[in-house]
């Protein structure tokens, strides 16, 4: 038996009416939804901290949540694991012509065109399905990500800028908005347009840039966390905690903590 008829096993054991789980036998496609997501946040989340040894475990759980909708599946006579490997097989093979085949492409740009574009030919020969090139987005994506993909979509038809600098000016342009509503006294409601229009400049900026916003904000928190988390042991050292200092002290800690975390970088 190998590894993966092993899993299969174990999963089947685990759904067993009389014998297996009682949690995982009351399961369903969407109380598992979730779960698949925070263990695809975990493998993201190993893979930044270099960690090896949890990237393979957290890989191993997401793993786990590809067999268990396939066994949902298949107990409901839709299709099973190894139907699930066939269909990636065929896309796989599909969309790598230049691989499979005997196309051609010069470079990873390319690439990523021609993937689009087998992407777009799929998207239109399903039945009933529309023309928008939006199509396939899906809107469970986070916010950051799904707008970087709608803009991707959106500069594949040409609606796009030309150079860095104009999507910084706009960057500028929403934030002045931001600004001007702020000093109207604006309703809460015109207040959140103006801020999600914003953040959607500056999604779109780290795009063109080709820097993953997900991923950029995710590096922020972390090193926000981290600065914060020094302030409050230099803090818990004297007997105090942040909540015992004032601004001008914290704000004094916050530049220490960034000086320290350049010295070690």
Same mark, same amino acid.
């Given at each position: 038996?190998?590894?993966?008829?092993?899993?299969?096993?174990?999963?089947?054991?685990?759904?067993?009416?009389?014998?297996?789980?009682?949690?995982? *036998?009351?399961?369903?496609?969407?109380?598992?939804?979730?779960?698949?997501?925070?263990?695809?946040?975990?493998?993201?989340?190993?893979?930044? *901290?270099?960690?090896?040894?949890? $990237?393979?475990?957290? $890989?191993?759980?997401?793993?786990?949540?590809?067999?268990?909708?396939?066994?949902?599946?298949?107990?409901?006579?839709?299709?099973?694991?190894?139907?699930?490997?066939?269909?990636?097989?065929?896309?796989?093979?599909?969309?790598?012509?230049?691989?499979?085949?005997?196309?051609?492409?010069?470079?990873?740009?390319?690439?990523?065109?021609?993937?689009?574009?087998?992407?777009?030919?799929?998207?239109?020969?399903?039945?009933?399905?529309?023309? #928008?090139?939006?199509?396939?987005?899906? #809107?469970?994506?986070?916010?950051?990500?799904?707008?970087?993909?709608?803009?991707?979509?959106?500069?594949?038809?040409?609606?796009?800028?030309?150079?860095?600098?104009?999507?910084?000016?706009?960057?500028?342009?929403?934030?002045?908005?931001?600004?001007?509503?702020?000093?109207?006294?604006?309703?809460?409601?015109?207040? #959140?347009?103006?801020?999600?229009?914003?953040?959607?400049?500056?999604?779109?900026?780290? *795009?063109?840039?080709?820097?993953?916003?997900?991923?950029?904000?995710?590096?922020?928190?972390?090193?926000?966390?981290?600065?914060?988390?020094?302030?409050?042991?230099? $803090?818990?050292?004297?007997?105090?905690?942040?909540?015992?200092?004032?601004?001008?002290?914290?704000?004094? $800690?916050?530049?220490?903590?960034?000086?320290?975390?350049?010295?070690?970088?």
């Amino acid at each position: 038996m190998t590894g993966v008829e092993h899993l299969l096993a174990i999963m089947a054991r685990l759904r067993d009416p009389e014998h297996g789980c009682p949690w995982d *036998r009351e399961q369903t496609f969407a109380s598992i939804a979730p779960h698949t997501i925070e263990e695809a946040y975990e493998v993201a989340e190993a893979i930044a *901290r270099g960690d090896m040894g949890d $990237l393979r475990d957290e $890989l191993g759980d997401l793993l786990f949540q590809v067999v268990f909708y396939a066994r949902l599946a298949e107990e409901a006579g839709i299709f099973d694991f190894a139907a699930v490997v066939a269909a990636i097989v065929a896309k796989l093979t599909r969309r790598h012509p230049h691989v499979f085949g005997d196309a051609q492409v010069e470079d990873a740009q390319q690439q990523r065109l021609e993937w689009e574009r087998h992407k777009a030919a799929e998207r239109a020969a399903k039945p009933g399905g529309t023309a #928008s090139v939006f199509d396939g987005v899906t #809107s469970a994506l986070p916010a950051l990500s799904r707008a970087v993909k709608l803009q991707r979509r959106a500069a594949q038809v040409g609606f796009d800028w030309r150079h860095l600098e104009e999507v910084a000016d706009k960057v500028e342009e929403e934030l002045g908005e931001v600004r001007a509503e702020i000093a109207a006294g604006g309703e809460r409601a015109r207040l #959140s347009h103006e801020i999600g229009d914003l953040l959607l400049a500056c999604s779109n900026l780290a *795009r063109f840039a080709d820097i993953d916003p997900e991923t950029a904000l995710r590096d922020a928190n972390r090193r926000f966390e981290s600065r914060f988390r020094r302030m409050e042991l230099w $803090l818990a050292a004297e007997g105090r905690t942040p909540e015992q200092s004032d601004l001008a002290e914290l704000e004094r $800690l916050w530049q220490r903590a960034k000086q320290e975390e350049r010295r070690e970088a």
